[in-house]
């Protein structure tokens, strides 16, 4: 390997193919000259051919002189690319502090209506895992499943595999009370404040930011909401809110026959029960706790929705400046197919 002046070069072993180039110079101006020698000797009888000629000659000439230093251009192009040259470059990366989230999934028998693909729950489960996936590092989940219970499955970790096992164990039940998974998502933080107290932004440290983020269709039938919303406000954590379903009612399926035909949720008459979203509750959550409201209707936008709000919590800490060498060999290919290319047309002319 050499490095010169911000430039290097990986294999420079490569680099003794070069003792080419002059033999191969040497060989293109023999072959120049033997050329003009024989077309001299064709026209000598004919002295007023030959003047008429030679402005043509000198003309063909200048242009295979261009082509064979093309192609020596072109070969020397390939012996550095062989070489792999690599030119010092830097990036300025942004650092930002981590997030502390807790994850609010509704599992209302109203979640598995199916006016999002492949239902509401499932298209939910499946941003949730991915973005469970994708996360940073520094990054700490926590995953509060609510019906008209709500249970913590797991309080705050980096380990995506423990979210993800119980992401997987996620099951409908009846009922939807949010309040209470907002008590629960409380819970949660007031639990790892007595596990680790947090730092103290004074001293110069940074505080993660906490935030909570409830996926539900809307629906609401508690007596808590107002009072868990409150003490959401007071502890000066924010509740994004994603709202999940299309704007018309729609039957809820629970299961499926022995003969195929679906079942669908009924009432005490026997009428199909029919859900359809409710924004109002969702979105006088966001405003009361300084967030944001999110509205999915087809299921697509969960995923910019999640990005989006990790993106507005994590906190800049400082810039860090990255140097590193970046290949450019394919420059040189590049070149040099484009100007075989252009040679090729010189030999048509």
Not at 107 to 127: G, H, N, T
Not at 160 to 183: S, V, W
């Amino acid at each position: 390997m050499l490095e010169i002046v911000g430039i290097r070069l990986q294999n420079i072993d490569y680099l003794y193919l070069l003792a080419l180039v002059p033999l191969t110079v040497f060989l293109w101006k023999i072959a120049l000259r033997r050329k003009d020698r024989l077309r001299t000797e064709l026209f000598e009888g004919n002295l007023q051919q030959l003047r008429a000629r030679r402005s043509y000659y000198l003309s063909l000439m200048g242009t295979e002189t261009f082509k064979y230093l093309g192609l020596t251009l072109i070969l020397v192009a390939l012996v550095l690319a062989l070489s792999q040259p690599q030119i010092e470059t830097e990036r300025v990366i942004e650092e930002r502090a981590g997030v502390d989230a807790v994850i609010l999934l509704d599992l209302s028998f109203s979640m598995l209506a199916e006016d999002i693909v492949p239902s509401r729950l499932q298209k939910a489960k499946d941003v949730i895992q991915e973005f469970i996936i994708r996360k940073r590092p520094e990054d700490r989940i926590s995953l509060v499943s609510f019906s008209e219970t709500s249970l913590i499955l797991s309080y705050l970790t980096r380990d995506p595999e423990n979210l993800l096992f119980y992401l997987d164990y996620m099951e409908p039940n009846y009922g939807t009370n949010i309040g209470r998974a907002l008590k629960s998502g409380l819970r949660v933080f007031e639990r790892e404040d007595e596990m680790r107290p947090r730092v103290n932004e004074s001293n110069g440290d940074t505080v993660t930011n906490r935030i909570m983020v409830l996926i539900s269709d809307g629906e609401d039938h508690g007596r808590e909401l107002k009072e868990a919303v409150k003490a959401s406000a007071s502890a000066d954590i924010r509740i994004y809110c994603i709202g999940i379903g299309s704007r018309r009612a729609v039957p809820i399926p629970i299961g499926v026959k022995e003969n195929g035909m679906r079942l669908y949720l009924q009432d005490e008459t026997g009428s199909r029960v029919q859900t359809q979203f409710s924004q109002s509750t969702l979105k006088g959550i966001a405003d009361d706790t300084s967030a944001r409201f999110y509205r999915a209707f087809v299921g697509f936008e969960m995923e910019r929705a999640f990005q989006d709000i990790i993106l507005k919590e994590r906190e800049l800490v400082d810039f860090k400046i990255v140097r590193y060498f970046q290949d450019v060999y394919y420059f040189l290919l590049m070149g040099s197919l484009g100007l075989f290319l252009f040679l090729l047309t010189l030999d048509r002319q």
